[in-house]
């Protein structure tokens, strides 16, 4: 199969390009034509329509951070609105009713929207509020294996951090995520005693080889210091299993000074940060008048330090975001616009590129010789399309077969 005449992103380049940007860079070739062979990119080469583009490529998207066992419940739970604990109380209450015939439905409607979607790789963190583990736990591991070779699945344990006091219950938990093969998890947020108790989570990460990926700082108090413990406990302990943080929203209302310093420890630790745009824009900011405060972590500041974030779906249709779907690049468009991301093309590695290295995946999603032909093609010809319905068009190709036909 040979596709012609494709702008390739800059961040998404593992390539000469061709000009004088060398490898990688933008240089004067911005357009190119590429030749499948089975499941493998074999060639890129310049197109000698280097002014009429038919198109963006992509590779295929990566989901960082999702909630597919609680998603599609809203209409049962209702909408919380701006509220997170209101949000988190009512997931708790209406968890008791989760049977595996719901989690199921629930969890293939999601992967199947995912993958339309074009999405090749997804984590999802699973409800984890006691020692047992979650009803979800079963039904995501045969799905994983149901799905294995057309969207990769992950999955982290969702617990609350003051669980890990229980130092039983955190042996219990850290003990059947490595069973399972998963990455150990949990909610941190102006907890007593954060430091400690983050401490007993790196321990049982560490004694069973665990990576780590937390919900930090999901609000916008000033004070919020999860983030930053974190990361300085990477460095003390020499953390080397992977470490990503969502949300990090009270990061965007800290003092400039105080928000730099953090994200220079961050770089330092190596952590993954992954921004949630829509879920942070519905729960925090006031709702009792137009909101000036967004929520969205500091994108950009971070990767002026060499952190490049990821963007991820976060909540589908539940109390914590009443709408949405898995389409990656409407949530990509959201991100553009709220965090001012441009020019747009030149992020694009967030749902992709970064999100796949944040996950540890085979392929980092760099385009080039030799990669899997597992790809997108847009029908934006230029980076101003890439957020409109039109510019979102694609067709998804997997193993270097077309997948889906266009789809708006």
């Known amino acids: 199969m040979k596709l012609e005449a494709l702008r390739i992103p800059a961040p998404l ?33 310049p197109s000698a329509q280097q002014r009429e583009a038919r198109g963006t490529l992509l590779s295929a998207l990566v989901e960082a951070h999702a ?12 909408a919380a609105q701006g509220n997170l604990f209101a949000a988190i109380d009512r997931m708790n209450r209406h968890r ?24 090749r790789a997804l984590r999802t963190h699973l409800d984890w509020v006691q020692a047992e583990p979650p009803a979800a736990l079963a039904v995501f591991e045969a799905l994983r294996a149901e799905w294995r070779g057309r969207v990769e699945l992950q999955f982290v344990s969702l617990t609350p ?56 700082d999901e609000g916008l108090d000033v004070e919020a210091g999860g983030l930053r413990a974190i990361a300085q406990l990477v460095r003390a302990r020499d953390f080397r299993h992977g470490v990503v943080c969502g949300h990090c929203c009270s990061l965007s209302v800290q003092d400039d000074a105080v928000a730099n310093e953090t994200l220079a420890l961050c770089a330092g630790a190596g952590l993954h940060l992954v921004a949630l745009p829509t879920t942070n824009l519905y729960l925090q900011g006031a709702w009792d008048r137009t909101p000036v405060q967004r929520g969205i972590t ?16 976060d909540n589908v249709q539940d109390a914590f975001y ?9 949530t990509f468009g959201l991100g553009v616009q709220v965090a001012h991301l441009a020019p747009a093309s030149d992020w694009l590695d967030a749902v992709t590129v970064s999100p ?11 385009i080039a010789p030799g990669c899997p032909a597992d790809l997108l ?30 789809t708006p």
């Open 161 to 216: 951090l003051d669980l890990f006091a229980d130092l039983a219950a955190g042996e219990r938990i850290a003990r059947e995520v490595k069973r399972a093969g998963g990455t150990l998890g949990a909610f941190v947020y102006r907890n007593d005693g954060i430091v400690h108790k983050l401490g007993r989570v790196f321990d049982l990460a560490q004694q069973h080889g665990l990576g780590l990926d937390f919900h930090v």
């Open 298 to 313: 500091r994108i950009r500041e971070a990767a002026a330090r060499g952190l490049r974030a990821s963007l991820a779906t």
């Open 96 to 119: 008791d009713s989760w049977t595996g015939e719901s989690l199921r439905l629930r969890m293939e409607r999601a992967l199947n929207d995912a993958w339309r979607s074009g999405t």
């Open 356 to 366: 796949a290295k944040a996950l540890g995946l085979a392929w980092d999603g760099r």
């Open 67 to 78: 909630h597919i066992d609680k998603n599609y419940t809203v209409q049962d739970v209702g």
């Open 377 to 406: 093609v847009l029908a934006a010809t230029d980076e101003h399309e890439l957020v409109g319905p039109r510019g979102r068009q694609r067709t998804v190709i997997r193993a270097g077969r077309v997948l889906v036909p266009p």
């Open 322 to 330: 009443p709408y949405g779907s898995y389409d990656l690049l409407e």
């Open 13 to 45: 380049r593992g390539f000469d390009a061709g000009g004088p940007g060398g490898s990688g860079g933008s240089g004067d070739v911005n357009v190119f034509d590429v030749t499948l062979a089975g499941d493998t990119v074999e060639s890129i080469v």
